[in-house]
C-alpha cells in the first residue's frame, strides 16, 4: 500500500521563477493538505483540496495556488518566488466523508525541499 | 483565532528517564487535538488523537497524552524514553466543517536523548 508520495524530493529556483510540486495521496483517501515548514518551525497550513476544490485555506498569498485532479493527486504552484519561500513543502492526505466528517489523521509524504536563491 | 503553542524548544532527557511534552491551545470549542513526531528525513507520523470521551489517551510508541479542558492543554508522556525517541514532536488542533478539516500545528518540541 504506498503511502503519500512528492515529488521532486529537491529542487532550486532563483527569484522570481514559478514552482510546481506533486502530490499522490495515500491509496483511499481522497483528500490532500498542503504545509510550507520553514527551518526550526512547525508546519504551516496553505490550503487543502476535496473534490478539486479549495475547501480551506490558510494565511498565504494568492501566489500560492493548487490544484486537484480526478485521480485526488494534486500539485501546489507558487509563482513569483522570494527567498523567504525557501521551506520543506509537505503534502498531507485525508479522508472527508460527506458533510465534511473526518478522523482527523493526516498522513504525510517526506516533502519537497525548495531552495531559492 | 486558533492557536497551539509549545512552550518548550528544546528538551534533553536522559534515556530511561520520563517525558512530558507542553502543549496549550486556543480554539473556540474543544478541537480535535493531536500529537504527531517527525524523525529527520521523514515525514510527520501521528502518535495519538483526542476527539472526546476518555481525557487519557493511548498512542503508539507508548506514548499517552491527557487533555485537561480547565487548562487548554494536552501534554503527551512517556514513561520511560528510548534513544530511538529523538525527534521532533508537535501539537496540533484541528477542526471540520462541511468545508473541510483543517489542523494547525504548533512549532514543536525537539527531544534529544543522552545516554
Known amino acids: 500500500d504506498a503511502g503519500v508520495t512528492q515529488s521532486p524530493t529537491h529542487l532550486i529556483k532563483t527569484r522570481g521563477q514559478q514552482v510546481t510540486l506533486r502530490c499522490s495521496p495515500k491509496s483511499g483517501h481522497d483528500t490532500v493538505s498542503w504545509y510550507q515548514q520553514a527551518l526550526g518551525q512547525g508546519p504551516q497550513f496553505i490550503f487543502q483540496?476535496?473534490?478539486?476544490?479549495?475547501?480551506q485555506r490558510g494565511n498565504f498569498p494568492d501566489r500560492f495556488s493548487g490544484h486537484q485532479f480526478p485521480n485526488y493527486s494534486s500539485e501546489l504552484n507558487v509563482n513569483a518566488l522570494l527567498l523567504g519561500d525557501s521551506a520543506l513543502y509537505l503534502c498531507?492526505?485525508?479522508?472527508?466523508?460527506?458533510?465534511?466528517?473526518?478522523?482527523?489523521?493526516?498522513?504525510f509524504g517526506e516533502g519537497s525541499r525548495l531552495t531559492v536563491l | 483565532a486558533q492557536s497551539v503553542t509549545q512552550p518548550d524548544i528544546h528538551i534533553t532527557v536522559s534515556e530511561g528517564a520520563s517525558l512530558e511534552l507542553r502543549c496549550n491551545y486556543s480554539?473556540?470549542?474543544?478541537?480535535?487535538l493531536f500529537w504527531y513526531v517527525q524523525s529527520p528525513g521523514q515525514g510527520l507520523q501521528l502518535l495519538l488523537k483526542y476527539f472526546s470521551g476518555d481525557t487519557l489517551v493511548q498512542g503508539i510508541k507508548g506514548f499517552e497524552a491527557e487533555f485537561k479542558r480547565s487548562q487548554s492543554s494536552f501534554n503527551l508522556r512517556k514513561p520511560s524514553v528510548h534513544w530511538s525517541d529523538a525527534a521532533e514532536y508537535f501539537c496540533a488542533v484541528g477542526r471540520g466543517n462541511t468545508g473541510g478539516f483543517k489542523t494547525i500545528f504548533g512549532a514543536g518540541t525537539r527531544l534529544f536523548v543522552k545516554a
Open positions: 480554539y473556540g470549542a474543544t478541537p480535535y
Open positions: 483540496y476535496y473534490e478539486e476544490e479549495e475547501r
Open positions: 498531507a492526505s485525508s479522508t472527508l466523508s460527506g458533510g465534511g466528517r473526518s478522523s482527523g489523521e493526516l498522513f
